[in-house]
């Protein structure tokens, strides 16, 4: 999935059911970076941590042996299961459950991937320590996480336009659960060193998005709205404060308009890979 952690304000999970094919295209060029890296092969048993609805479980099961997808909302796993079965694709398993915690037949994955699903660990070396666990020797653990709010122009666009007509949410700090827990590349190596993993590689990518997937400024401030971001920065403003918000960021959106694609900003994530050798 992607950025849908349970029972706390950044809980997405019904917009990302009723937008799930919106989210998909937005996220479409992270899930390309992961399956370059990956490499998955026709072999390889793979879980997909945090996997939202289920596309890119489905997408690995299309290329591996087996594919798992594992979530903490229900919500978002009946959409997989729906949607592997309309594809025909019947070596996929959705499972509800925390990856941090559950207990993950040892040594029973060949990879390990998320995107944007390990931010949110309450203690994020036992989350990956019990990854690392559940891989078997030489598996591989590939994942995409936000870099820190400045290299995000798709929050700060829309931010600095609100910001003038409400006050702005706390997004989280690093190394505290959240988006940009593992923004610090010094601290995320550090877990990931901690958790027992070698060969780590932390590359800096940078893709653009389209948000909401495309279409017009005005499907894209109502896709906007709808997302746990927008619902933090706006539910708590008086109704004129809100209008005027909501007005500006459509201003500013339309600076980053593309005809025939949508409103198109750039990102700032970390790509890694790392193995586990003992």
Same mark, same amino acid.
């Given at each position: #999935?992607?950025?849908?952690? =349970? ?8 917009? %990302? ?42 997408? =690995? ?37 925390? /990856?941090?915690?559950? =207990?993950?037949? /040892? ?44 290299? +995000? ?6 931010? /600095? ?17 959240? #988006?940009?827990?593992?923004? +610090? ?38 896709? #906007? ?6 619902? /933090? ?15 500006? #960021? ?19 994530? %970390? ?8």
């Amino acid at each position: #999935m992607s950025d849908t952690p =349970a029972d706390d304000g950044w809980d997405e999970a019904a917009h %990302w059911v009723t937008e799930a094919d919106r989210y998909d295209e937005q996220l479409s060029p992270f899930t390309s970076l992961l399956f370059e890296r990956l490499g998955l092969g026709p072999h390889d048993i793979v879980l997909d941590v945090g996997c939202g609805c289920g596309a890119i479980t489905i997408d =690995a099961g299309r290329r591996a042996a087996a594919a798992v997808g594992v979530d903490v909302s229900d919500a978002v796993l009946d959409v997989g299961r729906r949607r592997a079965e309309a594809a025909g694709v019947a070596n996929v398993e959705f499972v509800h459950a925390d /990856a941090s915690r559950h =207990a993950f037949t /040892a040594g029973g994955f060949d990879a390990i991937f998320s995107r944007f699903g390990v931010m949110f660990f309450d203690d994020p070396v036992g989350a990956f320590i019990n990854l690392r666990c559940a891989l078997r020797v030489g598996g591989r653990l590939v994942f995409v996480c936000w870099q820190g709010l400045e290299a +995000n122009q798709w929050l700060l666009v829309p931010g /600095a336009a609100a910001a003038a007509h409400v006050a702005l949410p706390a997004l989280g700090d690093s190394g505290a659960p959240g #988006m940009f827990s593992l923004a +610090n590349r010094d601290h995320l190596s550090s877990v990931l060193l901690a958790a027992g993993f070698t060969n780590i590689e932390i590359e800096p990518v940078s893709p653009t998005i389209t948000l909401g997937g495309g279409g017009g400024l005005d499907d894209t401030i109502e896709f #906007m709205l709808g997302t746990g971001i927008a619902r /933090a920065l706006l539910n708590s403003a008086e109704p004129d404060a809100r209008r005027r918000a909501i007005d500006a #960021m459509a201003d500013a959106f339309a600076d980053y308009y593309v005809p025939d694609r949508g409103v198109v900003l750039g990102t700032g994530v %970390w790509l890694v890979g790392a193995s586990r050798t003992i």
